[in-house]
């Protein structure tokens, strides 16, 4: 390979690899701190998981015999559990509305995505993206964590709770 070939194609790369970097696509690593059920921190920055939106912290569910649990709570503690202070990978999608990164992101070669809806920790978040539908589809029929019982949508949930702050 000649010197101007390689010259040309080491460019690119750092081309590349800037602009990877800019759009805010580039992947982030490191060991993960859990915000809560769907949101991390990754080497200071927070990532909200893509597609999937997990029960709130304070949110509750309730069980088949009508006994309330703290659901929020308990799939954040899952999500931490599965870390485990491990490192964890993160590919950048998207940046949302509060200017945090949206990523898939893996522990283990394990998507977090995917094993929070699979498990039943999270629902597939329809509005954003239908990528976990058929694993919240398992999740439900087997009834796992939230869909042993009752609750209310995460997204319902908020909307609910800014409606009683908005109130006179």
């Known amino acids: 390979m000649t010197t101007r070939l390689r010259r040309l194609m080491a460019a ?4 590349l690899a800037g602009a ?3 759009s ?5 690593g490191g060991r993960a701190s859990v915000i809560d059920g769907d949101t991390l921190e990754v080497a200071g920055i927070r990532i909200r998981l893509h597609g999937l ?3 709130e912290s304070t949110q509750t569910c309730t069980a088949q015999d009508g ?3 703290r659901c929020g709570q308990r799939a954040a503690l899952a999500l931490d559990d599965l870390i485990a202070g491990r490192q964890v990978q993160c590919q950048v999608r998207d940046k949302d509305r509060y200017g945090r990164s949206v990523a898939e992101c893996f ?3 394990v998507s977090i995505n995917d094993w929070l809806v699979r498990s039943g920790w999270a629902v597939a978040y329809r509005r954003y993206s239908k990528d976990y539908v058929a694993a919240e589809a398992e999740a ?5 964590n939230i869909w042993s019982g009752t609750f209310t949508p995460p997204d319902a949930y908020r909307r609910q709770r800014r409606s ?4 006179p």
Do not use: E, F, N, Y
């Not at 690119?12 to 081309?15: D, G, R």
């Open 20 to 22: 990877a970097s800019a």
């Open 164 to 167: 009683q702050t908005s109130a």
């Open 24 to 28: 805010g696509t580039a992947p982030i």
């Open 12 to 15: 690119t790369l750092l081309t």
């Open 67 to 69: 006994v309330s649990w």
């Open 140 to 144: 439900q029929a087997a009834m796992r």
């Open 53 to 55: 939106d997990a029960p």
């Open 107 to 109: 522990v283990g070669g």
